[in-house]
Structures are given as C-alpha cells and as structure tokens.
C-alpha cells in the first residue's frame, strides 16, 4: 500500500481537475493516469516531488484505489519511484528517456504493423486516409482544430494497427504503453500549436505512407514507415525536458 509521509506544499501541490471524476472504476483509473501523466511531462509537478494519495483522491473525487492503482502502474511506466516507507516520488525525465521510451515504442510498433497486414478492412484504412489528406492539405498554421484532429487520427491509426496485430500479447503491452505515449505526445503538440509549426502536415504524410503500405499488404513498406514516422516524432516528443 502506497502511504506517502511528505506532503507537498500549496505551491507544490498539483492543481485542481475541473470537476470530479465520475466514470467506473477501470475508467477512474485511467483518468487519474492520464493527468499525472501531463502533470509530469508539462513541468506541474517536480522530479522529487511526492505524490500524496489523499491529496490526489480529493483532487479527483475519487476513492484511494483508483489513486493507489495509477500510482502503481506510473511506477510500472518508469514515472515514479514506489519507495518503500516513503511513498511515490516523481523521477527526474529527460530527453534520454524520451528516446529510449521511442526505441521501445518503435519495436512494438514495427512488429505489430508487419503482423496487421492483410488482416484490416480495407474501408477502415480508406476512411483514415481521407482524414489525413485534408491535414496534409491544410493550411501551414497550426491551428486548435488541426491539432485536435491530428490527435485523433493518429490514436485511431495506432490502436487499429494494435487491435489487428493478432498477438494478444503485443496488443495488451501496446494498450499497456499507449497513455504514456500519448501524453509525451500531447505535450509536443501544445508546444507545437505554440510555435505554430507544420507538424500537423508533416505527420499527416506520414501516417500515409503507412496507411498505403498497409492498404497494398506491403509488410516491410509499412514497418519502415511506421519506423519513419517513430523517429520523426522524437525531436519533437523531447521538446522541453533536459538533456540529462
């Protein structure tokens, strides 16, 4: 059981939800990673920081099991260090982690498209297609709508490529990994939309090419591009954390 001793101070503490987390349990869960996830990764907390369970389960409105079982599985994810007697404490995250965290995803992620083609209806994958056109023909300035799209497609993308794998394994460890993926994402996107970089255009193309090598049952083309498209995204994903 996680008890931490230390509590942050006010200006430490993390800032409040809007509102209460209200959905089952499983989804509970979820939500409390998925904002500790972005607390992290935009700067909110600090590494050292501990993480306080009582503190989080009013914060979030929710029961301390749903708190404990985030905690625990950021302490899975590489965020946090479950210390024993001393509770969960924020881990320092650097580029370096980023990039490895990249390496790993890529791995998963080559295999699982190498093993979905041929097994994706063929609709689906025309569907996300016409998505990606109008980002890769939108305007060069990254805008709120653009952005949110792009999320969108790209998660859809990602978990039809999991789910049509047919290893249940690699499919469970890529849902697993996928909340710290895409919270790392979520961030270069805000600094993205700042900067008002053409990312948007730049990944639209290359889900594309992912999508057309899928279409046509190219295994190699289409883990080459999804290989592409990982590594692209690591200047980006490492924007705003330290080198060491």
């Not at 992290?40 to 409105?61: I, N, P, S, Y």
């Not at 209806?121 to 952005?147: C, F, H, N, Q």
């Not at 993308?157 to 909340?179: P, W």
Request: proline fraction near 4%.
């Amino acid at each position: 059981m996680i008890r931490p001793t230390t509590r942050p101070t006010a200006a430490e503490a993390p800032q409040p939800a809007n509102g209460t987390v209200r959905p089952g349990h499983g989804r509970r869960r979820e939500t409390v990673l998925e904002s500790l996830l972005a607390d992290v990764f935009h700067g909110r907390v600090r590494a050292g920081q501990h993480l306080v369970t009582q503190e989080l389960a009013v914060r979030f409105g929710v029961s301390h099991t749903p708190v404990r079982e985030a905690l625990i599985a950021l302490g899975g994810l590489g965020i946090l260090d479950l210390v024993p007697n001393r509770g969960a404490i924020v881990r320092r995250l650097t580029r370096q982690d980023v990039r490895e965290i990249c390496q790993v995803r890529k791995a998963l992620e080559c295999e699982a498209t190498r093993s979905a083609c041929g097994q994706i209806d063929p609709a689906e994958l025309d569907d996300i297609a016409r998505t990606l056109r109008k980002l890769e023909s939108a305007s060069r300035r990254v805008g709120a709508r653009s952005v949110a799209a792009a999320r969108e497609v790209d998660s859809r993308l990602h978990d039809l490529i999991a789910r049509s794998c047919g290893n249940r394994f690699l499919a469970s460890e890529l849902n697993r990994l996928k909340l710290l993926f895409r919270a790392i994402r979520d961030v270069s996107w805000d600094q993205v939309s700042r900067s008002s970089a053409p990312r948007v255009q730049e990944e639209a193309r290359e889900h594309l090419a992912i999508v057309e090598a899928l279409r046509q049952e190219r295994r190699a083309d289409a883990a080459r591009a999804m290989a592409r498209h990982i590594r692209s995204g690591v200047k980006y994903w490492s924007r705003g954390l330290p080198d060491r």
